[in-house]
């Protein structure tokens, strides 16, 4: 007997000895002397699960259980690998194959589950065959040994390896230069040489995963094959691609919608603080507008296919399926995003969906080794463009020449200009020449980002967990944002039939502005004259302009801190009895508190003498106010999929409900102790307090079936039923249905030879459906009427007291947006894709408040009223190639919107920017301007004007002929909505060096800028009023075609909203450049790395447009007091282990 057989037998004499003489618990112990025997055979876990079953039985029957056990261990090995096996099984799993086999013969397995794949489909066919025959069908890449009756799998370190070589080239036979082959599972790889060959040492069993940039990865088994020549096939758009829709996927050869998509690579490439920002001009149809260059303010308004409510026009944004903001998720985080444009592809989200949805999807862990990646940046600011202003001198005579216009002497004589003049520019106490943007923008503006990852797992558990890090700092002190993200997203498979998602979000955010606004430190800044004091040679603050100074403001006047903490659990559920049935519930809850505390200084100001002059702000005052949301996310989906044959059907149905409670509270008190900044520290004679709290529910229930014929001919159907606690009884409910047909003209027979010679798809798409709004107003409860509280005297007391103040409407129901579509998407040459849309969209029953008598003394409801269409187009073309060993790519989009109010009951706005009937919304409302009046005759002969005319003032065209200058001669003279939106990415990738360049931007738009900074001395003495160095080209006598009109100091005439100041907004931006280096792979594996990148980015590097000079194109209407957008000069790297 040997050394192994007397182990058995020791160890098999040990289990007896404990039955036998302690008989009543002997049996209960038999589990655990069995389990420690099998675990020392073999460190597997094997299937005893007939212990379970003798250990409940009698001691009898337990010890000749062990006798038969004893005996068996002296039979020889050969005989039992000699017994036969009769088994037949057909396309089944691996783990039911070895169940079979255990269940109709004596042999018994052992193995770790990371060793083999048990979903693996086999069949076995033996009829009297040796053992070793159904392994070699079951298992024929596994090494494995048999002891007795033990079928021992042995682990993968196990397995022998061996050396293999080959060569890959492309579909023309050329060499593929750098294409990385790796032994799945493992970090083990390498790359491709310059003549497109390759040498690996491998397992027996491997399978090896190919890749190269713009070809399709393959996945080859090893076998007994030592010698390979594999050939890879450019990878265009990939019919094939599976692209996220509404609760699920779909290949995008299905699609009958217009879905447009960015991947990873279009949005982390850019390096950008607020992810929004990266989807402008990536996708058409889609436009993103960025309006400031604030730290943490800086995101940018989607809007899809143009604006179609009057109230919230922001689409719906889905974070793995639940609803959040796109900017809470670092950007490397995202795998893609869907953005669903037409009522086909929207209307499973009903009444959410109006305005188009957003779906981002995460980034999942993948089976195999953990890997650990790392990437970050680091960058500089600095203003795209600032406003080019006087100086003090400049200041000086000109605003002389404006109070003479108006008949004031001159404010500054002509000896205290030359005395400045002397000074050459240097600014001191008694001639001040004070640069307010050089002295105001003090910090560099620095940004860092890092985001680091580990993933991966096994068949049972795989693992995504990231941490991201952001930091921004803005150009003026007090302004900063900080970012803070970690995520886990974990896949859990329990068996073949049930699995689990568990996703973890955490964000936390600060944000610090100035407290005094950053939008009012702009708008001083460029407002005040050159001439003015900001900060006195002792150090001490300038008066500014009657203690307005907006260096001390931003330096010393305290800041307004925001707090954001974002935590989720999105949990879901998957269970599929039978491989054509699944069901999934999901419960997602979101927890989110913001808390403000803005703390506000007051400042004294000083003259250069010493003595105190100002205080701005005039108190201390601290506000803390806290907000706290629960937003409560249950779903539950059925989806069955059948083929039958050549018939392909998709059914899903579902049910979900959204519940949110909030709660906010303010506090307020003045007079601070700033060294001690909190509220006991104020005085009660001015504090305030106020609170509210509210809640709203969503349910809904829904349902999709897709079905098509040979994948050519393809049809889709939806329909939602909301209900919605924001509208009352008898108009809670409504339902939201969709239709969209295609066809792939492509896979006709009549094709086939356009098919052979250059076209590889060619679909038609035509869609119809129905959305829903129900973000009606700012009030959870729009139809019941609105109360104000607030306290009043009644005799000798202050009472408390309730004021209705505006009157109800319980028949207020949902806005609904009627959507059409027809689109085409083509591939040619399997490197050229194009995607067309045409789309009608109209929305009706728009909250208008209607006019009611004055005598009711409330103010009037809202009502369904208003009706608002959009029209457009779209077009994206996708250009892929290759010469040689460069890659390269082309993609284009291209959209136009024309937006018009059809019917607003003829509640006509009036203002600046006004919504009025038969135009687009928010257009811009004013005179006609004809030029110059260039005679007092002229003046004489046309129509009154506002204010004091004379010769070298504005002069507008009297519409009606009253001869009168009024609201009357008002019209629609611009638009605000964007269109001919573009954006163009070109890349290309060079044996490891890439270049990325990215141009957004607009073929028409209207803009028009107010205030000082735009219309000189416009503010009279409030602000100062400078002008821009274009001013100095003002009207004269001599200069009748000048650029500007007549100056005049505090004159109303020229500052009329009119056409004179109408700027062409259009605009083409690079956007982003990029250029970055790969080192080769065969260089980093020595430092155990397997990806390492270095990259140098810019940002907003230059912009090309007819607008107003040092302002940003992208904030067209309004004050100027935007913080501008910023240039960021940035380098960083990219690794993988």
């Keep these: 007997m040997d050394n192994k057989k007397q182990a058995n037998v020791r160890t098999i004499c040990l289990i007896i000895k404990k039955i036998l003489y ?79 086999i255990e269940q109709n013969t004596e042999y018994v397995f052992f193995y770790k589950n990371s060793d083999i794949d048990l979903n693996r489909k086999v069949s076995v ?103 390979f020549k594999i050939k890879l096939i450019e990878d265009s758009e990939l019919l094939d691609e599976v692209v996220v829709v509404g609760y699920g996927t779909q290949k995008r050869v299905n699609l009958t919608g217009a879905i447009a998509v960015a991947s990873s690579a279009d949005i982390k490439i850019k390096p950008v603080g607020q992810t929004s920002v990266a989807l402008q001009g990536v996708l058409p149809g889609v436009t993103v507008t960025q309006r400031s260059g604030e730290p943490g303010a800086d995101s940018g308004s989607i809007r899809i296919r143009g604006i179609g409510t009057l109230s919230d026009a922001n689409p719906l944004v889905l974070i793995d399926g639940v609803e959040g903001s796109i900017n809470n998720i670092d950007p490397n985080l995202i795998e893609s995003v869907s953005v669903l444009k037409d009522a086909a592809s929207a209307a499973i989200y009903g009444s959410r969906a109006a305005n188009g949805v957003v779906l981002v999807t995460t980034k999942r862990g993948s089976e195999g080794r953990f890997a ?97 890090y952001f930091t921004q700092d803005g150009l003026i002190e007090n302004s900063s944002f900080k970012r803070l993200n970690l995520r886990n997203n974990m896949d859990w498979k329990f068996s073949s039939k049930l699995k689990a998602k568990v996703d973890l979000q955490f964000t936390s955010t600060k944000k610090s502005s100035p407290s005094s606004g950053a939008g009012n430190i702009f708008i001083w800044m460029n407002g005040i004259p050159a001439n003015q004091i900001g900060i006195n040679s002792d150090g001490s603050w300038g ?171 393809l049809f889709e159907f939806n329909i939602r039923r909301d209900g919605s606690s924001r509208f009352a009884k008898g108009n809670k409910w409504a339902t939201f249905p969709s239709a969209s047909v295609g066809w792939r003209i492509s896979e006709e027979k009549f094709m086939r030879k356009l098919k052979e010679k250059f076209l590889d798809d060619l679909k038609l798409r035509v869609s119809w459906g129905k959305l829903g709004n129900q973000n009606v107003g700012s009030s959870y409860y729009p139809f019941t009427t609105q109360m104000v509280f607030g306290v009043t005297a009644m005799g000798n007391q202050v009472v408390n007291m309730a004021v209705f103040s505006k009157m109800p409407n319980s028949l207020i129901k949902w806005e609904t947006t009627e959507s059409k579509d027809i689109g085409l998407d083509m591939t040619l040459f399997n490197k050229l894709n194009i995607t067309a849309d045409y789309y009608q969209k109209e929305t009706r029953d728009i909250l208008l408040t209607l006019p009611i ?80 009046f260039q005679s007092e005759e002229e003046i004489a002969n046309s129509a009154t004007q506002v204010g004091t005319i004379k010769p070298g003032d504005i002069k507008y065209r009297d519409l009606n002929g009253d001869n009168r200058i009024n609201g009357d001669d008002k019209v629609v003279i611009g638009s605000t909505i964007p269109r001919y939106t573009f954006g163009l990415n070109i890349g290309a990738n060079y044996k490891g060096i890439d270049l990325s360049m990215f141009f957004q931007g607009v073929g028409k738009a209207d803009g028009y800028l107010q205030g000082p900074g735009i219309v ?93 000079k040092g302002y940003n194109v992208e904030a067209p209407t309004g004050m100027v007091n935007f913080y501008p957008q910023v240039k960021v000069y940035s380098f960083g790297l990219e690794v993988k282990f």
């Design 22 to 100: 302690r008989p009543t618990t002997g049996c209960t112990k038999v589990k655990n002397v069995v389990h420690k025997f099998m675990k020392n055979k073999s460190n597997t876990k094997a299937n005893i699960s007939f212990v379970n079953f003798i250990s409940r039985k009698r001691t009898q029957i337990c010890f000749l259980f062990f006798i038969a056990l004893f005996s068996s261990l002296f039979i020889q090995e050969s005989k039992a690998q000699n017994r036969r096996v009769n088994l037949t099984l057909s396309d089944v799993t691996l783990n039911e194959a070895i169940k079979a």
């Design 125 to 227: 066919k033996a009829k009297n065959a040796s053992i070793k025959s159904v392994m070699t069908q079951i298992l024929p890449d596994s090494k494995y040994k048999i002891e007795n009756s033990k079928i021992i799998i042995l682990p993968k370190g196990q397995q022998s390896k061996r050396k293999i070589a080959g060569t890959i080239t492309d579909d023309k036979g050329e060499p593929v230069i750098g294409a990385n082959i790796m032994e799945k599972g493992t970090t083990n790889g390498t790359i491709t040489s310059i003549d497109g060959s390759f040498s690996l040492e491998v397992a027996s069993n491997a399978i090896l995963h190919i890749t190269s940039i713009g070809y399709k990865s393959q996945e080859i088994k090893v076998g007994n094959n030592n010698g």
């Design 372 to 468: 650990i990646s790392y990437t970050n940046y680091l960058g500089w600011q600095e203003p795209t463009n600032m406003p080019d202003i006087v100086d003090a001198v400049g200041y000086m005579t000109l605003l002389n020449v404006a109070y003479k216009n108006v008949g004031r002497d001159p404010l500054y004589s002509d000896e205290l200009i030359e005395q400045y003049k002397k000074q050459n520019g240097v600014s001191s106490d008694d001639y001040p020449n004070t640069d307010w943007q050089k002295k105001t923008l003090t910090k560099s503006g620095f940004q860092q980002s890092h985001f680091l990852n580990i993933s991966g797992g096994n068949e049972k558990l795989k693992t995504f967990t990231s941490l991201g």
């Design 543 to 713: 008066v500014g302009w009657n203690g307005v100074n907006p260096i001390s403001h931003a330096k010393d006047a305290g800041a307004f801190v925001t707090r954001t903490i974002w935590g989720s659990i999105n949990t879901s559920l998957i269970y599929s009895p039978f491989s054509w049935l699944t069901a999934e519930v999901n419960v997602a809850p979101k927890y989110t508190v913001a808390s403000n505390d803005n703390l506000t200084k007051a400042i004294q100001s000083y003259l250069p003498d010493g003595n105190p002059s100002f205080v701005h702000p005039t108190k201390n005052s601290l506000t803390n106010s806290d907000a706290k949301t629960l937003h409560n996310n249950v779903r539950a989906t059925l989806t069955a999929e059948k083929n039958i044959g050549d018939h392909n059907i998709t059914v899903l149905a579902g049910a979900s409900q959204e519940e949110r409670h909030a709660k906010n509270f303010s506090a307020y008190r003045d007079s601070i102790d700033v060294n001690y900044p909190v509220l006991n520290t104020g005085s009660v004679a001015n504090q305030s307090v106020s609170g509210g709290r509210d809640r709203f529910v969503l349910r809904s229930f829904f349902a999709r079936a897709n079905y098509n014929y040979k994948q050519k001919y």
């Design 853 to 932: 008598p004055y005598t009711i003394g409330l103010d009037a409801p809202v009502q369904n009223a208003g009706v608002v269409e959009n029209k457009g187009w779209e077009l994206g073309i996708t250009y892929r190639d290759k010469i040689g060993d460069l890659q390269y790519s082309v993609n284009f989009n291209l959209s136009d919107v024309k937006n018009k109010i059809t019917d607003l009951r003829g509640q006509n706005g009036t203002g600046f920017i006004a919504n009025r009937e038969g135009h687009p919304i928010n257009s811009i409302y004013g005179y006609i301007a004809e030029g110059y």
């Design 1016 to 1108: 000189p001395f416009v503010s009279g003495e409030s602000v100062g009023g400078t002008v821009l160095e274009e001013h100095k080209d003002y009207w004269t006598e001599n200069n009748r075609n000048a650029a500007y009109p007549r100056l005049a100091f505090n004159e109303s005439n020229n500052n009329q909203v009119s056409t004179f100041w109408l700027k062409d907004a259009s605009y083409l931006r690079l956007k982003n450049l990029q250029v970055g280096y790969t080192l080769p792979v065969n260089l980093t594996k020595k430092w155990g790395i397997n990806h390492l990148r270095f990259f140098a980015n810019g940002t907003n590097l230059f912009t090309l447009d007819k607008f107003w």
